[in-house]
């Protein structure tokens, strides 16, 4: 339970919280989003975090 809902959270699909962007921050940083990066420099780690505790 807890690994799909960090998914959609990291993804800003909750709407009872706060977008975060950290998915999003990838996106635009590859170049397949357009916009500025937002929120914490350090939240890519909890990206890195969600895809060691999905492997």
């Not at 993804?11 to 590859?30: K, L, Y």
Request: aromatic share 10%; with cysteine; net charge negative.
């Amino acid at each position: 339970m807890a690994i799909p809902y960090q998914c959609d959270a990291l993804n800003d699909r909750h709407p009872e919280t706060t977008p975060i962007h950290a998915v999003e921050n990838f996106r635009i940083a590859a170049g397949r989003a357009k916009g500025e990066f937002y929120g914490p420099v350090f939240q890519d780690s909890d990206v890195a975090k969600w895809l060691e505790a999905v492997a």
